[in-house]
């Protein structure tokens, strides 16, 4: 039924496209900034605490201002755009500090998936919420188990090997590839998998700018309409069509 729903079939395909980078990167980016990057342990942690509470603040503070300052949709499309900065920062940066920039506009990237919620949640007959909220949750799922192997081979095709721990800690610097030869392409591009998530991203935000913003006035002026011509008219056939089917999303130009 997602197909026959164009609405849902673009959140849909929003939320794999933009979740499949971010999944994978929480496989291995800790790993990476450990023998890549050249963080060590207690680093890594406060690394881990600040991007923790700065997302915090994102999808509490900043996303309710954006949702009333700029709209729902406009909310989603500046979350992608965030999320596409810091995976072509986490790609590019080879310096610490770069690292750390780039978390800050990771944790602003976060409002993506709760302001995808909430344009469902809004836009979305009450009987309807738990299919389509399902149905994002399987994609979400799906990802959990692509994106690590994604990024896995992504980072084979690059010859970046990226060890186990107890490795890291007996061999130290010397599983650090060389960054000072600008020929090597560890050097130009330490992060290729983040990359390649960049421009999944960008696809995500290009498919993001055809979904409809829906008029919630809109929406509930044609409930009332629908329910007053049911009471009017109690043995007329239903207005959705003889079959009984309903679309997922109603659409704002009722």
Known sequence: KVGQDSTVLLICITVFLSYLPEAGQ???????????IGFSSETVAAFIGVVGILSILAQTVVLGILMRSIGNKNTILLGL????????????GSQPWMMWAAGAVAAM???????ISA?????????????????????????NGLGPALYGFVFYLFHVELNEMAEVETLGKASKPNMANPTDESSIIPGPPFLFGACSVLLSLLVALFIPEHNLALRSGSHKKHSAGAQAHPHSPPAGGSDGKEPLLEDSSV
């Open 81 to 92: 755009g965030f999320q596409i900065l810091q995976l072509a920062w986490y790609g590019f």
């Open 119 to 143: 344009m469902v949640s809004r836009s979305t007959d009450p009987d309807q919420q738990g299919v389509v909220q399902g149905m994002i949750t399987g994609i979400r799922g799906l990802c």
């Open 109 to 115: 990237s976060s409002i993506t998936f709760p302001a």
């Open 26 to 36: 929480y496989s291995s980016f800790f790993l990476y900034l450990r023998q890549v």
